[in-house]
Each structure stands twice: as C-alpha cells, then as structure tokens.
C-alpha cells in the first residue's frame, strides 16, 4: 500500500501509569480527508518500561516513523510541543495518544522489489539434481 501511494498512520493508545508499558496499536489509511484514518489492524501491546517513541519504530522495522504532521501542527499548539516522536495528547493523565505516519525505508523497499520478483517474474529453477 505504501508503495502504491497510500498513507498509512499508526494510531496508539499507551496507558502512561502501568508498568506494564499496556497499550494498544491500530493500522489504518489516511484518506486526507480530515477524518479518522479507516482502521485496518488493531492489536495490544506490553512493552514494559520501554520507551513507546523508542519500541514502535522497531515493530515497524521496514518503514521510517514520523509524526503525522497535520495531527501534530494542530496538537503542539494545544498539548506536547518539541520534537521527535511523542504523544499528541493526554487523556484524564491516564492515556498518551500518538499519530505516525509510515513511509517505506530502504529495507521495506528492497522487500517490494523481492515480492514483485518473486510474483510476477519468471520462475527460478533450481539446478538439476545429480
């Protein structure tokens, strides 16, 4: 999808008082029409006290993580501010919520070009046997 054109978003829930790291993750497409992106996978998270900014962009190993800039030029005026990979607000000082975007990097790239090798080329045969 990502090398088609599509925006995909990481939209994440992390419960900043448990020790646990508890949260929760969901994958969707950014349509860019000012809407909640269309949710595609959602699923839970424990990731201990690790940092969420430092963990999610290792869950997502073939993309480059960066922050939804039209959520966060919105939120920075009214909640975090700074840079990097952070939440966009808080919710009852319970909930951390943050938006990235994903863009594929060098790795998810050469996947691409391995998967549509492996679909559309000419089937590889191995060496006869002696």
Not at 26 to 55: C, F, M, Q, R
Request: proline residues 6%; without cysteine; glycine residues 10%.
């Amino acid at each position: 999808m990502l090398a088609e054109g599509t925006r995909l978003v990481v939209d994440i829930e992390e419960w900043v008082n448990k020790t646990s790291g508890r949260g929760s993750i969901t994958l969707g497409i950014d349509h860019e029409d000012g809407k909640d992106p269309e949710p595609l996978a959602n699923w839970g998270v424990w990731l201990g006290l690790a940092s969420y900014a430092d963990v999610v962009p290792r869950l997502f190993a073939w993309a480059d993580v960066n922050v939804h800039e039209q959520t966060y030029d919105w939120a920075d005026q009214e909640f975090s501010g700074g840079n990097g990979l952070r939440p966009y607000k808080n919710g009852a000082g319970e909930v951390d919520f943050w938006r990235l975007e994903l863009a594929l990097n060098e790795l998810g790239k050469a996947f691409v070009v391995v998967d549509r090798f492996a679909s559309d080329g000419l089937p590889q045969l191995a060496p006869p046997r002696p």
